[in-house]
């Protein structure tokens, strides 16, 4: 009955015929997207295939050059999100919009606090808010800081926001990048909690396990236009991928590893200081040979991003940490580069990117001082630009060229230029964190395939994934984290994703959830 009742709901969305262009970027070319209302609708394509370009359309964050926007069967023009927002659309972006120093509850009603006379009216807000998170099935603290919150809590609040403004529509863009698995199951049960209420869900996935798994329709994207409309039941997971980038998924395995003796990194007892006066890392203590990919596994949240940013200099520890042979524990980031160690950070845009900056200049990033790309203080900039293409070339970065803006860029090219300024330059240790987050299938293939060829020439790579089938497939050992300790130290061949989950929440240590 169900079923039958969401194959005769009328849309929801109906978006017909859209454009949109750039400066030397067609984005979207005759885009047609028919969401049923009371069903998840999944998007999915390769990095520049429009699918942000054309959710930020429809939420009103830019306007169509060309087409038609329905929403429940009446044509809407939004030139803001405010107006998205008043016709019930919400947007949870993939870099949560949360202000770390307020409390989840000031989060939520930041922009539309609920007020008389000008005063909030805190305990009104309080009071809807609690019946949005009983509605969810989900637990709340609204009066801690959102610094405090893990990925998947903080995903939550972003949901509660939404739904909170009156949201009936969501748009979710990759939503479960950063999630483990209990927490992806979380997330699918709080969405369909939403669609038997009467909400519809548009969410952009690169995970297509679990858009088969959760959707009910699904629309395929290339090249900035539909190419297809299908349903779970007409397609699997390899045919989906075809459908995307014309060829067989990829997959992350199959190790052939001639590790080295040779260490080329050697942390001993690092303590990495946190908030409240707890140590975020705790007396970690590991080495990686050349050769040797050591994966990192752990509920974002548990030290991984205090320990890969304490390797490069960036935080405060103690302990010692060699590259080389060479201690650099109390050596500058810029000496930690020079010695060998390069960086994929956790974050592009608040670590890797000036977005407002050419490619050719983000490129450059960490490289200011290679005497290939400068003479002293000055930037031999056509050397740095054709640097820069290079990269563009070998990582499959998609943009008109290098002066391109980053900001002009999709997500997923993003990640593809900050990996390539990474590995440009054969490091003798990559600190490599969720180097494929955000990038489709083909791309994904390009990335691990070049994280083996490194480490076939002998570099060390430390490589920190939500992917539990990455890390699996890639790692020779995995560490996991938990509470800012190394917990478990795993053989990948021998060890299940469900087993790495487990210890990943600790429940192997019998810990509380």
Known sequence: METQQRRDAAMAVRLSGIGKRFPGVIANHDVNLNVRAGTIHAIVGENGAGKSTLMKTLYGMQQPDAGTIEIDGTERHFKSPSEAIEAGIGMVHQHFMLADNLTVLENIILGGEPARRGVINVSEARRRIQEIVAALGAEIDVDVPVSELGVGERQRVEIVKVLYRGARILILDEPTAVLVPEEVDELFSTLRRLVDDGATVIFISHKLDEVIQVSDDITVMRQGTTVAETTPGSVDRSGLA????????????????????????????????????????????????????????????????????????????????????????????????????????????????????????????????????????????????????????????????????????????????????????????????????????????????????????????????????????????????????????????????????????????????
């Open 242 to 513: 075809e459908l995307m980038v014309g060829s067989e998924l990829p997959s992350p395995a199959g190790r052939t590893t001639a590790i080295g003796e040779q260490v080329r990194l050697r942390v001993t007892d690092l303590v990495v200081p946190g908030a409240e006066g707890r140590p975020a890392v705790e007396h970690a203590s590991f080495d990686i040979h050349a050769g040797e990919i050591l994966g990192v596994a752990g509920v974002e949240g548990n030290g991984q991003f205090e320990l890969c940013t304490a390797l490069l200099g960036l935080r405060t520890s103690s302990g010692q940490i060699e590259v080389d042979g060479r201690d650099v524990t109390r050596s500058g980031t810029r000496a930690r580069h020079e010695a060998g160690l390069a960086y994929i950070p956790f974050d592009r845009h608040r670590e890797g990117l000036m977005l407002n900056a050419p490619l050719w200049e983000n490129a450059l990033l960490g490289r200011e001082n290679d005497p290939a790309l400068a003479t002293g203080p000055l930037i031999n900039i056509q050397a740095a630009r054709t640097s820069t293409v290079g990269i563009i070339e070998r990582f499959g970065v998609l943009t008109p060229d290098e002066t391109t803006p980053a900001f002009a860029l999709s997500g997923g090219n993003q990640q593809k230029l900050v990996v390539g300024r990474a590995m440009i330059t054969e490091p003798a240790v990559l600190v490599a964190a969720h180097p494929t987050r955000g990038i489709d299938v083909g791309a994904q293939a390009a990335v691990w395939d070049e994280i083996r060829r490194a480490r076939d020439a002998g570099m060390a790579v430390l490589l920190v994934s939500a992917d539990l089938e990455e890390l699996i497939g890639l790692s020779d050992r995995i560490a996991v984290m938990f509470d800012g300790r190394v917990t478990a130290m795993l053989d990948p061949d021998t060890t299940t994703p469900a087993e790495l989950g487990g210890h990943m929440t600790g429940s192997h240590l019998g810990a509380p959830r």
